[in-house]
């Protein structure tokens, strides 16, 4: 393929390095991966960091690769079909299986929104006092009206930038408090394993916030919005000499998302680490409480960034869950979908991200606690993620589903290995609870 056959960047066609530059490659992968760091993935870094040091942050170069590749897949799948996962499973597996799994990401999607605009509402209130309960009904419909009324591609580059401005925020924290780094080093490069059970529980939590069934979501379905958003582009299976260069711009994309999630969950853990471990605060419950903890012990800057990064994670995140529900839901009803299309052609759509959210400001309301709510959207999406991860697997060697872009051996181990550590990591956390 000539430099002249490039299709725009919407189909995936850009090669690193080329006037448009790197942003401009960049997108599902970034998004998604920034969007990983929610306010309850913030609370589960911190409380990790808190309660066991340093000595946890190798999970997240363990993580990475697993991250990787099966967000690969994800987008793969996607970008080759022209369908998001739920669609392909519609049309190639049975409709029970489908109907169970869309019915998972609903409500696993709809409590983490909940819980992630109550976190962001006690962030605001942190920094500046006020009603807990007048910001989470603002959150919600700022977060609601960004989907609705704003176009997919002025939304997708608020987005992008907005992943960049977390980076900055949760960085900014590790720069301000004292950090011994030779041991840092040591936690992140040399493995520490614990016999203690409350350790166990800690490393299926991070995995179960790293890999979660709304990013797989999520990144196929933005795959397939780049596609539609771009005339000349189309599914590579109707267009396979757009296929080498679409896939270079996933795994870049890809690497880079999951590099940005890690690299923010691994500042939580070492800020965290230095300074709430160090003092002997290890019990963290929420991101909020993180916050609020940093105060004291590491000074008012450490503590209000550390807060302005929460509410930017919801603003980032709370879309991200809202939407990739609405994807799975239409992709299964076949309504017309799509962030790109405008409210009145996809009516269904819209309303389910609406209702989502709206849901997620009424459990706000509720006597049901934002802990409980997050332990019952982890274990659902613990449910969820081994049978979506597996499924997506078989996918990927189906002729049927992929035409001639079978996932290669390499990627497809790794994707295996990494639905064999989700299913390993959701017994573990049965087990846990029966405990």
């Given amino acids: 393929?000539?430099?002249?056959?490039?299709?725009?960047?919407?189909?995936?066609?850009?090669?690193?390095?080329?006037?448009?530059?790197?942003?401009?490659?960049?997108?599902?992968?970034?998004?998604?991966?920034?969007?990983?760091?929610?306010?309850?993935?913030?609370?589960?870094?911190?409380?990790?960091?808190?309660?066991?040091?340093?000595?946890?942050?190798?999970?997240?170069?363990?993580?990475?690769?697993?991250?990787?590749?099966?967000?690969?897949?994800?987008?793969?799948?996607?970008?080759?079909?022209?369908?998001?996962?739920a669609g392909n499973i519609r049309r190639h597996y049975p409709n029970w299986m489908?109907?169970?799994?869309?019915?998972?990401?609903?409500?696993?999607?709809?409590?983490?929104?909940?819980?992630?605009?109550?976190?962001?509402?006690?962030?605001?209130?942190l920094l500046i006092g006020g009603p807990h309960l007048a910001y989470v009904v603002a959150i919600g419909a700022v977060s609601a009206a960004l989907q609705i009324f704003v176009t997919y591609e002025r939304y997708a580059v608020f987005l992008k930038w907005l992943t960049l401005a977390l980076f900055a925020y949760y960085f900014g924290t590790v720069m301000v408090v004292r950090v011994p780094w030779g041991e840092a080093v040591r936690g992140l490069l040399i493995p520490t394993v614990s016999g203690d059970p409350a350790f166990w529980t800690t490393v299926v939590a991070i995995l179960g916030t790293t890999i979660s069934p709304y990013l797989f979501f999520w990144q196929a379905s933005q795959e397939v919005e780049e596609v539609r958003a771009d005339p000349a582009a189309q599914p590579l299976v109707k267009s396979p000499s757009q296929a080498a260069q679409a896939f270079d711009r996933i795994r870049l994309d890809t690497c880079i998302g999951m590099a940005f999630s890690n690299l923010v969950a691994l500042a939580i853990i070492v800020t965290t680490a230095a300074t709430l471990h160090a003092h002997g605060i290890v019990d963290i419950e929420t991101s909020s409480q993180a916050a609020s903890a940093l105060r004291p012990v590491a000074g008012e800057f450490a503590s209000t960034v550390f807060a302005l990064g929460i509410i930017g994670t919801g603003l980032l995140a709370v879309p991200?869950?809202?939407?990739?529900a609405a994807y799975a839901?239409?992709?299964?009803?076949?309504?017309?979908?799509?962030?790109?299309?405008?409210?009145?052609?996809?009516?269904?759509?819209?309303?389910?991200?609406?209702?989502?959210?709206l849901v997620g400001v009424l459990i706000n309301f509720s006597p049901v606690s934002p802990i409980k709510a997050l332990y019952w959207s982890a274990v659902i999406n613990g449910v969820a993620a081994a049978p979506i991860m597996a499924m997506m697997m078989h996918m990927t060697a189906n002729p049927k589903v992929m035409g001639?872009?079978?996932?290669?051996?390499?990627?497809?181990?790794?994707?295996?290995?990494?639905?064999?550590?989700?299913?390993?990591?959701?017994?573990?956390?049965?087990?846990?609870?029966?405990?």
């Fill in 404 to 435: 001639k872009f079978r996932v290669h051996d390499g990627l497809r181990t790794v994707g295996w290995c990494a639905t064999a550590v989700m299913a390993v990591a959701v017994v573990g956390m049965f087990v846990g609870m029966v405990r």
């Fill in 98 to 125: 489908l109907q169970g799994i869309v019915l998972l990401v609903l409500a696993a999607n709809t409590i983490n929104i909940g819980a992630d605009i109550g976190a962001m509402a006690d962030a605001i209130r």
């Fill in 1 to 85: 393929m000539t430099v002249q056959d490039t299709p725009p960047r919407a189909a995936g066609g850009n090669r690193p390095g080329n006037k448009q530059g790197l942003l401009s490659v960049l997108g599902p992968g970034l998004i998604t991966g920034a969007s990983d760091d929610d306010p309850s993935g913030i609370a589960t870094y911190s409380q990790a960091g808190a309660q066991f040091g340093f000595a946890i942050s190798w999970t997240m170069l363990f993580s990475y690769p697993l991250m990787v590749a099966i967000q690969e897949i994800s987008a793969r799948i996607g970008r080759t079909t022209g369908r998001g996962i």
């Fill in 320 to 324: 991200v869950l809202a939407g990739s």
């Fill in 329 to 357: 839901l239409a992709e299964a009803r076949k309504w017309p979908d799509g962030l790109a299309r405008k409210p009145r052609k996809a009516k269904a759509f819209y309303a389910t991200i609406a209702a989502a959210t």
